[in-house]
C-alpha cells in the first residue's frame, strides 16, 4: 500500500512547519512566506542497526595530527580561512549577485588545477558559459571537470566515479533530491541537500565549497540550520557599483572569525590588496572639514578608515539622519551625547556619516573620529591631516579604553600619521613610535580641543 502524503506550509525565511496556512510566520514573523510541500510518510526501517555497530571513541585515543591545508594560491582568501582549506572542510559562500562569488572560485580553480583535480558542479550555468568566463579569466587547466547538472544524487555519483580533490557547487539554491516533492530553494531541499553533500564529503575528507543565494536582507537564504551544518560562512561584501570587495566569515571551526579580506575587482577578476589602509585612504581632501580617521581592527589586521561627517541646516520640520558603513543607532546616541554632555547641537541641523571605501565601522572603537568628524562638520573646520582617533564613547561622554591600542597606534604610525588621540587610560604603557604624539584624552571635549 503507498503511503498517505499529506501537506504542511514551510516558513521560506527560518524553517518553520506548521499544518495549516497562515499570513504571517509565527516564528519569525515573516510575512506571506508560508509555501505548501507535500511529503509522503517515510516507511519504517526494515531493521535497526545493531548497536554493536557503533563504538564510542576515547578523546585520547583518537589521532591528533594536525593535516596539511591545501593553499588556494589567493593570499586574502587563504588568511580568511585560517591559513587554507582543511582537508573535508564544508564551505559555505553567499553574497549579492554579481558580487564575485563565482569569480572567486573559478579563479581557485585556476591555482588549484596545476596540482589538484577539480569538480565544478553549475546548476545556473551551462557548460558553454562557465567555459567563456573560465577563458576571460585565464583558466586553463585539464584538471577542471564541469557538471552541469541539478540532481544531487548525480552529483553525488559523479563524486564517486571523479573522486576529485575539492568540489565546488554553484548554487545550493539550484540543487534538488528526486524524494522531496518541493521545488528548488525551498528549505527543505536546501537543508537536505546540504546534509547529503555533507555525509558524503565527510567520509572521503573531501572539501567543498557552496555557493548560497541571499535574501533582499543580506542574510543567506534558506534555513538556518544550513549554516549550523558548515564548517565554515563566509559572505561577500560591497558596492558593484564600486571596485572593492570585502570577503567576511561569519564563522570558522578551524580559524578566526574576525578576518576579512579585501579584493579589488579587475577585468582579469579578483586581485588582492596588500594594503587595504592605504587604498581606503587614497584621494583624501586637504583643509576640508568634518573628516578624521578611524582604525578599526578586523582579526589580525588593523584597518585606517576616512569618515566622513557633513553637517547642515535642515530645510524641513524634522532634521534627517543618514548613515552609510556605521550603525545608524549608534550615530544616534553619538549626536544624544554630543549635545547633553559636550555642548554641540545638532537638533535643527541634517546629519550625514559615511564611510569612504565601502568599509563597515561596527566596533565601538570608531565612536571617537565618528564623534570628531560631526563636531568638525558643525564648526567648519578641518582636523589636521596627520591626526587619527579611536575610543569607545560612554553615555556620560567618557571616552572608554579599548583594545588593541598598540597594534593601532603602529599602523598609523606605518601610514605617517604623527598624532594620535586614544582614551587616556590607553595611553599608558604605550610605545609610541619615533616621531608620534600620543595624546591621552576623557571626555569628548578633551578630543576635539586636542584636535583643533
Known sequence: MAAKAKAVFVCSECGYETARWSGQCPSCGAWNCMNEEVRSKAAPAATARPASAVTPKKLCDIDERDDPRLQTGIRELDRVLGGGIVPGGLMLIGGDPGIGKSTLLLQVCANLGETRSILYVSGE????QIRLRATRLGVNTDRLFVLCENDMDTVLAAVDSTRPDLLIVDSIQTMTLAEISSGAGSVTQVRECTSAIMRACKAIDLPVFIVGHVNKDGAIA???VMEHIVDCVLSFEGDRNTTYRLLRCAKNRYGSTNEIGVFEMRDKG???VENPSQMLLAGRL????????????????????????LVTPTGFGNPRRMSTGFDYNRLNLILAVLEKRAGYFFSTLDVYINV????RLDEPAADLAVAIALISGLKDTPVPMNVMAFGEIGLSG??????????RVNEAARLGFTHIVLPAQNSKGLDA?????LTGVRTVREAYEAVK
Do not use: F, H
Open 222 to 224: 534558506g534555513p538556518k
Open 433 to 437: 613610535p619615533e616621531g608620534v604624539t
Open 270 to 272: 579578483l586581485c588582492d
Open 125 to 128: 550555468e551551462s557548460a558553454r
Open 286 to 309: 586637504e583643509n576640508v572639514s568634518g573628516t578624521c580617521i578611524a582604525c578599526a581592527v578586523e582579526g589580525t589586521r588593523p584597518l585606517l578608515a576616512e569618515v566622513q561627517g
Open 398 to 407: 567618557e571616552v572608554r579604553a579599548v583594545s588593541n591600542a598598540q597594534m
Open 356 to 359: 569612504v571605501g565601502g568599509l
